[in-house]
Each structure stands twice: as structure tokens, then as C-alpha cells.
């Protein structure tokens, strides 16, 4: 298996401006690589909603954030971002 290596990290996330609390959608969790740091800035009340249309990258977000009460793995593209986030009740997304 390979490991993903997120392009431009620092930029990406720094440009979220993320901060405790906020809820967040890594709408391609993929490999994971920018939701690891996505949680450490949104904190212990923060939530991350990690979507992804492979099973395969949904069920290493569960391997890896499975006891995390934070994270919320969900099986879809993220064409569906809207219908997913009512479903669980999300109205809104930081």
C-alpha cells in the first residue's frame, strides 16, 4: 500500500483558518493525510465529517478515528455533500 503525501499541507490548512470547535468536511478523505491536522486544530469540540465515495479510504478512517467521537465516516461522493449533512442532522459547516 502506498502512502498518501497531501500537496502543500501548510497551505491548504492554513487557508481554512480552522479553530476549535468548527465543524468540518473533508469531502475526499482518501488517504487522511489533512484530516490528522484538520482535527488537532478544530480540537476535543470540534467535529470532521470524513467523506469519501471509496470504501476502501472510508474503512481506514475507521480503523483510525474509529473511537474518536469527533469523526464521522461516511460512504458517498461528495455530489451528495448536502443530502449527507442533512441526514445527520448538520444544518451547518464551518
Known amino acids: 500500500m502506498t502512502r498518501h503525501v497531501p500537496v502543500m499541507m501548510q497551505e491548504a490548512i492554513d487557508g481554512l483558518a480552522l479553530r476549535e470547535g468548527m465543524t468540518v468536511v473533508d ?16 480540537g476535543e469540540s470540534g467535529t470532521l465529517v470524513a467523506m469519501d465515495r471509496d470504501g476502501g479510504a472510508v474503512a481506514r478512517c475507521i480503523a483510525q478515528y474509529g473511537e474518536d467521537h469527533r469523526v464521522h465516516s461516511v460512504h458517498s461522493n461528495y455530489s451528495q455533500i448536502r443530502n449527507v449533512l442533512k441526514d445527520m442532522g448538520i444544518m451547518h459547516v464551518d
Open 27 to 42: 469531502a475526499t478523505f482518501g488517504g487522511g493525510g489533512y484530516s490528522a491536522e484538520i482535527l488537532r486544530r478544530i
